[in-house]
């Protein structure tokens, strides 16, 4: 492996070619893994494909949800003829060798995205169930085929409590303050306590996450898994603004009573562009400021569902009901709408 740990996967039979991209990632102490083309993707920080070897029936040059998304970054040698279109068709082809600065830039780029897509979820007010509906969210990401990880920003933690994983063995935030400048991706995936195939990383007693473990605990979790979920903390803290900052979607639950709809629009600045509004329905008694359209539109966040009122919910879950358990609930089915729209496949 590299000096910086990257990792960084060709598809090409072209030893020229090849030689070409490993004198780029020799020169920056990047792992270079090769494979022949029209083969399968391995799992890998950035993936490089070839555009004159592209097949049109290849398998997808790529792994993990970001990766799928962004595609592969583009290679050819400068040699006469016509290649096929990358996709997409306005893609950079980086012709090597005279554009090897530009694929190592692009390369470097594209490696502080990490493989991951971070999905937040906070509260527009307490009490309104954010742990839960995340947990219920992780749990329909994993069952959908994607790695998944949880974490816990709550500087009280507790969410292991939630998911009944307390007693789990696995390291808490407490325990990664002595190794935060360096977390193995895989090493720490592999350690974490297990939810429903979901890795779980959670505060105890001895608090939630430190300055200096939060950073590259997060960096390490989006390598090693599809999708990263965050039970954000409402606190405006330098963690809480850290973490918020690292989420490509935040999903923001909100009832539709007046200090929901107070904390909706004190959040919706800090998420514009990224942003998606789930409605939690109260009882029929309850006092309902605005419906959940009207709050979709004051907020200018995106309606990403709604949960209806579950009578036995809060019930269930003090009797040690997980979320997701009642397969047909309300919260489950939004839940699972949810992952759809913001955990592609």
Do not use: K, N, Y
């Amino acid at each position: 492996m590299g000096e910086t740990g990257l990792r960084v996967a060709l598809r090409s039979s072209d030893p020229l070619l090849v030689g070409h991209v490993r004198r780029v990632t020799d020169v920056a102490g990047w792992a270079l893994d090769v494979t022949p083309a029209g083969g399968t993707a391995p799992r890998a920080d950035v993936h490089v494909d070839s555009v004159r070897e592209r097949g049109p029936g290849d398998p997808p040059w790529a792994r993990g949800v970001r990766s799928r998304r962004e595609g592969p970054l583009w290679v050819a040698r400068e040699q006469p003829g016509e290649w096929p279109a990358p996709e997409p068709a306005s893609a950079v082809v980086h012709l090597l060798p005279e554009a090897d600065a530009e694929l190592a830039e692009a390369i470097a780029d594209r490696a502080e995205l990490g493989h991951a897509r971070v999905v937040g979820v906070v509260g527009a007010r307490g009490g309104v169930g954010a742990s839960v509906f995340v947990g219920a969210l992780a749990r329909e990401a994993a069952g959908a085929g994607a790695t998944c990880a949880l974490v816990d920003l709550d500087p009280a933690g507790g969410l292991d409590v939630l998911l009944a994983i307390e007693h789990e063995p696995g390291p808490r935030w407490a325990d990664l303050d002595a190794t935060a400048g360096s977390i193995p991706p895989d090493a720490l995936a592999a350690a974490l306590p297990v939810w429903h195939a979901v890795h779980v990383l959670a505060g105890d007693a001895r608090g939630g996450p430190s300055a200096g473990a939060l950073v590259p605990a997060l960096r390490a979790l989006r390598e090693a898994h599809d999708v990263v979920l965050l039970d954000l903390s409402r606190r405006a803290d330098d963690a809480g603004a850290t973490a918020l900052a690292a989420c490509d979607d935040v999903v923001v639950l909100a009832p539709g009573d007046v200090h929901g709809a107070a904390g909706l629009l004190s959040l919706a600045p800090r998420v514009a562009g990224r942003g998606h509004l789930v409605v939690r329905q109260g009882t029929a008694g309850d006092a309902v400021l605005a419906a959940p359209d009207e709050l979709a539109v004051a907020s200018g966040l995106g309606l990403a569902g709604v949960v209806r009122h579950e009578r036995a919910l809060r019930a269930g879950l003090e009797r040690g009901m997980a979320p997701g358990d009642r397969r047909r609930s309300p919260l489950v089915r939004t839940a699972r709408a949810v992952a759809r729209r913001l955990v592609p496949a």
